[in-house]
């Protein structure tokens, strides 16, 4: 938990003194990974969930107690995020208001996009499916990516999502269907 309290410095300017610790985003990866995750994993979930409820209707903040999330995870302004069960965080990411990391409906098992180390996704995106977000990538705000996969090391804009800066080159390229969502 010390990793996501130091990631509210590291990544907000306006983090001063101890304003952090009122952070809703930090109430809500602390209670997930110190609580509701670990019922989760031992199958109380039921309890699981009900902390989770509990959280969202405090912070405004839905996390799956099933989802999983790496250190150093920073949300800024985090009213309206929902991120669901089989979604998967990796370290040192940051996330914005209304992101969502959702289902299709379509799939089942392995069902949430996984987001690899360093990535920042933008307000307002919409990531669907059985995706993955490759390391260092970045998706704009209002992005919408659907059973897409993103590489890493790449930005990527605009509904449907393209990607528009490849290895630090200015791209225009398509994204490619995720080998897990067919």
């Known amino acids: 938990m010390f990793e996501d309290l130091k990631a509210i410095y590291k990544n907000d300017p306006a983090a001063r003194g101890l304003e952090p610790i009122l952070y809703p985003g930090l109430h809500a990866i602390v209670v997930h990974k110190c609580i509701s995750h670990p019922l989760y994993l031992i199958k109380l979930r039921f309890f699981a969930r009900f902390v989770s409820q509990i959280m969202r209707f405090f912070t405004g903040i839905e996390i799956h107690p099933g989802a999983r999330i790496g250190k150093g995870f920073f949300i800024d302004h985090g009213m309206g ?57 970045k998706v704009g705000a209002e992005t919408v990516i659907i059973n897409h996969d993103v590489p890493k090391n790449c930005t990527v804009v605009g509904a449907p999502g393209m990607i528009v800066k490849k290895d630090g080159k200015k791209v225009k390229l398509r994204l490619k269907k995720s080998r897990l969502a067919k």
């Open 81 to 137: 995020i929902v991120i669901g069960e089989t979604a998967e965080i990796g370290n040192n990411c940051v996330m914005f208001h209304h992101v969502t990391l959702g289902g299709t409906g379509k799939h089942s098992g392995k069902r949430h996009p996984t987001l690899g180390n360093n990535v920042m996704v933008g307000a307002s995106s919409t990531i669907l499916g059985p995706v993955i977000i490759g390391e260092n990538s």
